[in-house]
């Protein structure tokens, strides 16, 4: 898609739950690395202090499709974020990996002008509260408005024979927010973790299971509707913690 003056525009992904461990880092440095390997231009940018996805792209090769990252957790405060957190030019999907325990009043700052939230969720009953907490505060306090159909949950480390996400899934129904794919457990991502590549980017053998469960996920993400920000806006301009 081009924006003005037949520049593309940057689609802008937030990968956010608040609850831990959730998956947040693994959705964010494989989808980069996914469209990397598709002859994109993306961005990768970590507003966790914690730079877990940073550090994936420095383990990074360089003999791979490049990935561009920005540590925006780094960036000096009292400089105006809202210039430093540009997408760069010619970036076409900039994806925002996020920390765990951000409050519910950082959460309109940091989704504000995204084309798609992913909320990942772990199968346990705390995870599973604490997404329907993650959903509630999307709709409520960052008043992201269900007809604009940018929220997408991602279920994620899904063993056979799982008990099922029926209340979950119940909750979503009735809020009409999509589970775009469900993710297995699986020891590729733990590899891919640890040599700052991607999933797609592995032997196929190896990981044709798990690649085939991304499939209607970038489907979903392809259908979202560009944001027209004059396509030179922020993402957010968020004070992150840390
Ligand atoms: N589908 C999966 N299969 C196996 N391991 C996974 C899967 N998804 C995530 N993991 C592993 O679970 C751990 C937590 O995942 P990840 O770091 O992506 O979560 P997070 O939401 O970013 O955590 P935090 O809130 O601390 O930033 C990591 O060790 C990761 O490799
Ligand atoms: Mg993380």
């Known amino acids: 898609m081009q924006g003005k003056k037949g520049v593309p525009m940057t689609r802008r992904v937030v990968v956010l739950n608040p609850k831990g461990g959730s998956g947040k880092t693994t959705l964010a440095t494989n989808l980069v690395a996914y469209y990397a390997t598709q002859g994109l231009s ?26 561009h990252g920005i ?24 994806v925002a990996d996020t920390p765990a325990a951000v409050p519910s009043h950082d959460i309109p700052q940091l989704v504000a002008n995204s084309d798609a939230i992913l909320v990942p969720v772990l ?17 409520l306090v960052a008043k992201v408005r269900r007809s604009e159909d940018k929220i997408g949950v991602v279920a994620n480390r899904v063993r056979r024979n799982y008990r099922s996400f029926g209340t979950l ?66 993402l957010a301009g968020i004070a992150t913690h840390g």
């Open 169 to 234: 899934m119940r909750f979503l129904d009735t809020l009409h927010i999509p589970v775009v794919t469900t993710l297995r457990d699986s020891q590729n991502y733990l590899r891919v973790a640890e040599t700052g590549v991607g999933l797609h980017e592995m032997k196929q053998q190896l990981v044709r299971e798990d690649t085939a469960t991304w499939e209607p996920l970038v489907q979903w993400l392809d259908a979202r509707r560009v944001t027209d920000t004059g396509g030179d806006q922020p």
């Open 71 to 94: 540590a925006a957790f780094e960036r000096n405060l009292r400089v105006t974020r809202s210039f430093l957190l540009r997408a760069p030019v010619g970036c076409d999907w900039l």
């Open 123 to 139: 199968p346990s009953d705390i995870d599973i509260h604490a997404c329907s907490k993650c959903i509630s505060d999307l709709l």
């Open 42 to 67: 993306p961005t990768l940018m970590d507003y966790d202090p914690q730079g877990s996805s940073t550090r994936w792209l420095k383990k990074r090769g360089p003999e791979l499709p490049t990935i």
